[in-house]
């Protein structure tokens, strides 16, 4: 699969974090786990407290901001690998979409089923 386009990226960096987070949530309860697991995973990938997310999404930040202002991205998040989308996540070379994606991958294995602790890569 090629990579995105400029105009494609600015779209897609351009989504509100706020609104796309609720999703998640939605995803995994659906599933049986729960909000705090999900906040859980993207305090892992981000290093945001649960109070630098809730104002994060407070603020509007759409992902590009998201990710820029993160307090520190878990060096351990290189290990996650798989297919996001239809797309590697390890060989999508834009860096903004690649944490992006890593999020999707962690909220599908949480989703799955997946241990907490093998998600947070422990």
């Known amino acids: 699969m090629k990579e995105p386009n400029e105009a494609t990226l600015r779209r897609v960096y351009a989504i509100v974090f706020g609104k796309v987070y609720p999703l998640y949530v ?3 309860e659906k599933k049986g786990r729960t909000k705090k697991e999900v906040d859980e995973v993207i305090r892992w990938l981000t290093g945001y407290t649960q109070k630098g997310i809730e104002a994060q999404i ?7 901001t998201f990710f820029a ?3 520190r991205l878990n060096p351990a998040r290189k290990l996650i690998t798989g297919v996001v989308c239809g797309v590697r996540v390890e060989d999508i070379k834009d860096p903004v979409m690649r944490e992006m994606r890593y999020l999707d991958k962690l909220i599908d294995e ?3 089923g997946r241990v907490m602790e093998k998600i ?3």
């Open 69 to 71: 202002k993160a307090p």
């Open 110 to 112: 949480l989703a799955k």
């Open 26 to 28: 939605a995803k995994a």
């Open 58 to 64: 407070k603020k509007g930040a759409d992902f590009e």
């Open 120 to 122: 947070l890569r422990a």
